[in-house]
């Protein structure tokens, strides 16, 4: 199982940006999907951004246009770069990797709290 760790989280005002790091303890190429999912105080966690294998990308509806999704696999990292935030993203932002075999691993999680 991959170990994930995600950074870049923190406070900012809306309107600004945020990059999210997560760090991978192995090779990311094998892996079927990365993905980002967030969790909001009382909400369930949901899907915010995935790259699958062969650079398919699936985003949110609520985050399009705002959001985008990279991977260096030569780093093992995967990003979140994320524009325009608003205070309803505030969350817990968690990384989610899917191997083609095996079961999902997930990052510890880093807060990003939107707010004036």
């Known amino acids: 199982q991959v170990q994930l760790v995600e950074s870049g989280g923190g406070l900012v005002q809306p309107g600004g940006s945020l990059r999210l790091s997560c760090a991978a303890s192995?090779?990311?190429?094998?892996?079927?999907?990365m993905g980002w999912y967030r969790q909001a105080p009382g909400k369930q966690r949901e899907l915010v951004a995935q790259?699958?294998?062969?650079?398919?990308?699936n985003y949110a509806d609520s985050v399009k246009g705002r959001f985008t999704i990279s991977r260096d696999n030569t780093k093992n990292t995967v990003y979140l770069q994320m524009n325009s935030l608003k205070p309803e993203d505030t969350a817990v932002y968690y990384c989610?990797?899917?191997?083609?075999?095996?079961?999902?691993?997930w990052g510890q999680g880093t807060q990003v709290t939107v707010s004036s």
């Open positions: 989610n990797a899917i191997p083609v075999f095996g079961t999902s691993s």
């Open positions: 192995k090779s990311i190429v094998s892996m079927y999907t």
């Open positions: 790259i699958i294998s062969g650079g398919r990308t």
